[in-house]
T-cell receptor
Framework: KNEVEQSPQNLTAQEGEFITINCSYS?????LHWLQQHPGGGIVSLFM?????KKHGRLIATINIQEKHSSLHITASHPRDSAVYIC??????????WGAGTKLIIKP | NAGVTQTPKFQVLKTGQSMTLQCAQD?????MYWYRQDPGMGLRLIYY???????DKGEVPNGYNVSRLNKREFSLRLESAAPSQTSVYFC?????????????FGSGTRLTVV
């Protein structure tokens, strides 16, 4: 069993829909990261969370430390949100454990 | 405003050849990392450098060496390339090893070993 699991693996939705991507982990962590990988391959950090909730534009990330679960939400989704979204947890300094990613496609 | 710059973007090697992937950051970050990304798998850490002058093995260091040349530059060397090293390689940096301000990634190097 992977230490970081994301669901769904693939998600296709219509423009405007509310999107939720989930991340569950089985190790103790000091922080959780959400990243976005564009179709061209570039990777961008979206959020770093150790508790609670963060919001940036249409993106919202939440974490429940007790349940070892995090969610990434996208409101009013747009085709330009199409990307792979990656969850990674930091269990110790310098070492991140990565999920396999969720491929999101938003159709116009 | 370059962030993390990786070169080359693409490379094809023959088995047994050597090469060095270059990475430089201009954000005065202390920590730098090399990852590889294989289809259907998460990124795997090859080596990291917590600060200038130090390097440490990550999850998959075999077949690779690194050099933290100065604070800005962190290179990855394949001494004798093997087909199993065909992958996309990403360099990243963070202000500290705790990644408190997040990570900045280079655009990747797509390496094929034939």
């Amino acid at each position: 069993k992977n230490e970081v699991e994301q669901s769904p693996q693939n998600l296709t939705a219509q423009e405007g829909e509310f999107i939720t991507i989930n991340c569950s982990y089985s190790v103790g962590i000091s922080a959780l990261h959400w990243l976005q990988q564009h179709p061209g391959g570039g990777i961008v950090s979206l959020f770093m969370l150790s508790s609670g909730k963060k919001k940036h534009g249409r993106l919202i990330a939440t974490i429940n430390i007790q349940e070892k679960h995090s969610s990434l939400h996208i409101t009013a989704s747009h085709p330009r949100d199409s990307a792979v979204y990656i969850c990674a947890v930091r269990s110790s300094n310098y070492q991140l454990i990565w999920g396999a990613g969720t491929k999101l496609i938003i159709k116009p | 405003n370059a962030g993390v710059t990786q070169t080359p973007k693409f490379q094809v090697l023959k088995t047994g050849q050597s090469m060095t992937l270059q990475c430089a950051q201009d954000m005065n970050h202390n920590s730098m990392y090399w990852y590889r990304q294989d289809p259907g798998m998460g990124l795997r850490l090859i080596y990291y450098s917590a600060s200038e002058g130090t390097t440490d093995k990550g999850e998959v260091p075999n077949g690779y060496n690194v050099s933290r040349l100065n604070k800005r530059e962190f290179s990855l060397r394949l001494e004798s390339a093997a087909p199993s090293q065909t992958s996309v390689y990403f360099c990243a940096s963070s202000l500290s090893g705790r990644g408190g301000n997040g990570y900045t990634f280079g655009s990747g190097t797509r390496l094929t070993v034939v």
